[in-house]
């Protein structure tokens, strides 16, 4: 299961099931609405960046069924991904094509 997670299509019906719980048109109370909003900006940026912590981050914190995402396993499976998103990171804000703290937001 945990490379499965991994997978495309499965972090697009993660990332689905998420925008249907937090979308701020099915919030009735106004400050939650805001901060909804706020949220569901967050999750588009994860989801154009493929920006799988922060998509497990939100699912854990606001799908109740998901809580099982961030089990031993699946973060075993994660941890490689994460350490290649770092090292990409620290290449892009080292050694942009722009210098030093070059402009690249992966």
Known sequence: MAESLLDNSNLKVLYRKLAMALHPDWEQVLARREEKTWIMGELSLAWENRDLFTLLQLAHSYLPE?????????LAAINPALWQKKRDLEICLYRGHEGVMGGCLA
């Open 66 to 74: 998901a809580d099982n995402l961030l089990s031993e396993e699946n």
